[in-house]
Nanobody, 116 residues
């Protein structure tokens, strides 16, 4: 069973930065896609950013130019660098790992709160 584990959330002021980390057991190269999703209270879980094993990235329009997804294969870790944070970025952020299109593993989530 794969259980991604997120870390790096917290409270940050508007305009600040955070880096989220997601570590998976074993090599992340076996996942054809990994990504970050967010879910605010009362809203659906939505894609923030994803990266394929080939390095193709995809971002939600609202975070383009501010967030960057990256990975360190040697550390089995995927990162989400979040800059110029806004209050509307506040949510629980979940890591997702897909070994194939029909299987999806989720982390427990990490809370990000952007507030002054």
């Amino acid at each position: 069973q794969v259980q991604p584990v997120e870390s790096g959330g917290g409270l940050v002021q508007p305009g600040g930065s955070l880096r989220l980390s997601c570590i998976a057991s074993g090599s992340i190269l076996r996942f054809y896609k990994m990504g970050w999703y967010w879910q605010a209270p009362g809203k659906q879980r939505e894609l923030v950013a994803s990266m394929t094993s080939g390095g193709y990235t995809n971002y939600a329009d609202s975070v383009k130019g501010r967030f960057t997804i990256s990975r360190d294969n040697a550390k089995n870790t995927v990162y989400l660098q979040m800059n110029s944070l806004k209050p509307e970025d506040s949510a629980v952020y979940y890591c997702n790992a897909r070994p194939n299109p029909n299987v999806s593993y989720w982390g427990q989530g990490t809370q990000v709160t952007v507030s002054s």
